[in-house]
């Protein structure tokens, strides 16, 4: 099993920038994919972005030229950065690690990004 811990949410005004951290720690396969998913109050769950071990990188539509997923291989961490927020963008912000072939799904604490003025 994979541990995740999170940081980096909180409060900001619209237009600004957050980053988001999670690094993760247990038995790690070379294979997998570390992301960033999102629930706002009411609404699904969904992918805000996602990376693989071997870099190719997936966004939603909605944060496509405002956020840039990263990782560094060496700390096992992911990292997303938010810039220009929008209200919309106010959700719990999880992190997700798929780890490994069939992928063994690994679920982040949940951290709160508010976006208001």
């Known amino acids: 099993q994979v541990q995740l811990v999170e940081s980096g949410g909180g409060l900001v005004q619209p237009g600004r920038s957050l980053r988001l951290s999670c690094a993760a720690s247990?038995?790690?396969?070379?294979?997998?994919?570390m992301g960033w998913y999102r629930q706002a109050p009411g609404k699904e769950r969904e992918l805000v972005a996602d990376?693989?071990?071997?870099?190719?990188?997936t966004y939603a539509d909605s944060v496509k030229g405002r956020f840039t997923i990263s990782r560094d291989n060496a700390k096992n961490t992911v990292y997303l950065q938010m810039n220009s927020l929008k209200p919309e963008d106010t959700a719990v912000y999880y992190c997700?690690?798929?780890?490994?072939?069939?992928?063994?799904?690994?679920w982040g604490q949940g951290t709160q990004v508010t976006v208001s003025s």
């Open positions: 247990g038995r790690i396969f070379s294979l997998n994919t």
């Open positions: 997700n690690f798929k780890n490994g072939w069939p992928p063994v799904n690994s």
């Open positions: 990376v693989t071990s071997g870099g190719i990188k």
